[in-house]
């Protein structure tokens, strides 16, 4: 069990990154959330086996097709055991 804490910057508002990111963990069987931030990032938390949550990584590092991803920023961070995947 893993977790990242991910803050993603680019065109990745109103371009439903959060619905799709919640679509792609709850496939891959990763628990945590996603919301926008004031500033135009949104912020993602990922929590579940290492190759899952490694797996929603890389999906955030391009997002849905409508978003344009300029960096990532990642931190490990401990388990909290998440119970599902919510988007805020």
């Not at 993603?8 to 628990?31: D, F, H, I, M, N």
């Amino acid at each position: 069990m893993v977790r990242r804490h991910l803050w993603v910057s680019g065109k990745v508002q109103g371009v439903w990154y959060r619905g799709a990111c919640a679509e792609q963990a709850r496939l891959l069987g990763v628990t945590g959330w996603a919301r926008n931030l004031p500033d135009g990032r949104v912020e993602v938390v990922a929590e579940g086996p290492d190759d899952a949550v490694q797996k929603l990584v890389d999906w955030c590092r391009q997002g849905p097709p409508a978003a344009r991803v300029a960096a990532v920023e990642e931190r490990s961070e401990q388990p909290e055991r998440l119970g599902a995947f919510v988007v805020y």
